[in-house]
């Protein structure tokens, strides 16, 4: 991906189980110091997703660099970033505490 233009990508994600499930993603961006530079644009971590049983779908992910990337001196050395994500079950009417907070 050049830094300042659009990609998008698609994440798997498969529902294995025998019932419906609804689910929500949370996202990591590897090094962390990239993650500042990394926009999402449209996302399927924004809402909720709900697989039905054995189902299996294609979620896309439209994003961009920020073009300062290539100006940061921390990033010189940087030429691969990993986005992954992580696909959990959600749970009606719970929140997700953050991160540092009890």
Known sequence: ?????TALAFYKAKNPTDKPIIGISTYNVIPFE???YFNKIQCFCFEEQRLNPQE????????????????DP?????????????????KEGE???LPGYQ
């Open 95 to 97: 929140k997700l505490p």
């Open 56 to 71: 299996e779908v294609d979620m896309p992910v439209f994003f961009y660099i920020d073009p300062e990337f290539v100006e």
């Open 34 to 36: 990239a993650g500042q």
């Open 74 to 90: 921390k990033m010189a050395k940087v030429d691969l970033i990993t986005l992954s994500y992580t696909f959990f079950e959600a």
């Open 1 to 5: 991906v050049v830094p300042g233009e």
